[in-house]
């Protein structure tokens, strides 16, 4: 059976209480990192472990901190991503929920090694039961001398704070995250200049994802080497799918990097429901390109989807079967990325609010042969043409299921 990692202590009673976390080595790796090791030490310790980011882009964590300039007066700060508004994505809730200090402990850690002294939990705003539990953790390591002033008597300071979103989904991404913090408009910004250098209040900031932070404890306590070996060389360590859709157990599965997607379905995930046949796997998250059932003998990792023309993303495992309508997918897809788009870039705000409209004509019988290939073209007018990732994000699944399921998606345009 695979170490668990993130997901160990799920199964005891009352594990999100601090008594709890305590006696199961609990905060052992703060005392680790503040009484033994000075930040430059963690920060290759990090960078060995290859821990890459968990949100999506998979960039490595130790590389993005090393990005934040340390001789600079100005302060520095951590954001947390916890908005997880990918659709199929629920990961983190479950970190969260079941042992938010874990997250806690990360963030410490991460603060004390970029000489951060606030820190923020930004998260989704229908996470409304999962804010108060952060809170209440947030409390109790307060009380604990874990937060605060001179923690641990090491002269190390840190505040940390929640913040709640508003439900949009543009705020996942990083930039539009600062802006609403600042309490504007959730706006992506121009990059560059990027958020290490110019962040929150035009400062230094480093911003990670809640399963990025929560990985670094056992890192530190374990040592990088350790968390290597959970993993490939060059993708450290564990990840948590989240399978969903028409299998027997859906659910979240914490496995080693490079688990076949095919093992995850019909070992972990236990099949299929009620002796369907797969048709259709989205690996990574609503925003990944679409897989062919003959096309999941792969291994969960980045470079391995990446080249298969696909992502890991958030690691969301959506299950599609033989009496799934991939136009009913498709209009899925295109009704959540017509709706969420901010309307900043004319591409997105235009082009994602036309597929939408053309594949709605479609489902009501009243489509036409050219169709297809207008949505088509509609979604690489969008591709690459936008500040941020969310024109990408809806033009790039559009692609591939119109590539992938062209002969079905015509049958409904034969007249």
Not at 59 to 88: H, T
Not at 215 to 244: H, M, Y
Not at 277 to 291: E, Q
Not at 386 to 392: E, K, R, S
Request: net charge neutral; hydrophobic share 35%.
């Amino acid at each position: 059976m695979e170490e668990k990692i993130l997901t160990k202590d799920f199964g005891l009673r009352n594990n999100f209480k601090i008594d709890v976390y305590l006696k199961e080595e609990g905060y052992e790796a703060v005392k680790k990192a503040l009484g033994e090791m000075r930040p430059e030490q963690i920060l290759e310790e990090v960078k060995k472990s290859n821990l890459r980011g968990r949100g999506g882009a998979g960039f490595p964590a130790g590389v993005k901190w090393g990005f934040v300039p340390q001789k600079i007066d100005k302060p520095r700060y951590l954001c947390v991503n916890a908005d997880e508004g990918e659709p199929g994505t629920f990961k983190d809730r479950y970190i969260m929920s079941h042992n938010p200090h874990l997250l806690i402990e990360g963030i410490i850690i991460t603060s004390y090694c970029v000489d951060i002294h606030q820190a923020y939990i930004y998260i989704r705003g229908e996470y409304e039961a999962i804010a108060q539990r952060l809170e209440q953790a947030i409390f109790e390591a307060y009380q604990k001398g874990l937060l605060g002033k001179n923690i641990l008597n090491s002269g190390f300071d840190l505040d940390v704070f929640i913040h709640r979103g508003a439900g949009a989904y543009i705020c996942g991404e990083e930039t539009a995250l600062l802006e609403s913090l600042e309490g504007k408009r959730g706006h992506p910004r121009l990059k560059p200049p990027f958020p290490a250098s110019i962040g929150l209040f035009s400062c230094p900031t480093v911003i990670n994802n809640v399963e990025t932070i929560s990985n670094i404890p056992v890192i530190i306590l374990r040592g990088a080497e350790w968390f290597c070996q959970k993993g490939l060389p060059k993708d450290g360590g564990t990840r948590i799918f989240g399978v969903s859709g028409l299998v027997k157990k859906p659910g979240i599965y914490e496995l080693p990097l490079g688990t076949s997607l095919k093992d995850i379905i019909f070992k972990h995930a236990g099949g299929m429901k009620s002796g369907k046949k797969l048709k259709a796997v989205i690996p990574g998250g609503m925003s990944a390109p679409i897989l062919r059932a003959d096309e999941i003998d792969i291994k969960m990792d980045f470079d391995s989807l990446v080249k298969a023309n696909s992502m890991l993303g958030s690691a969301a495992v959506i299950v599609i079967d033989e009496d799934t309508s991939i136009l009913d997918v498709l209009k899925t897809v295109a009704k959540f990325y017509a709706h969420e788009s901010c309307g900043q870039c004319t591409p997105c705000r235009v082009g994602t609010s036309w597929i939408y409209k053309i594949v709605r004509r479609i489902t009501e019988g009243k489509g036409e042969k050219e169709d297809i290939n207008n949505i088509t073209r509609l979604a690489g007018s969008i591709l690459g043409n936008t500040l941020c990732p969310l024109g990408d994000a809806a033009a790039i699944p559009i692609k591939s299921i119109t590539e992938k399921f062209r002969g079905e998606l015509d049958s409904y345009v034969s007249k």
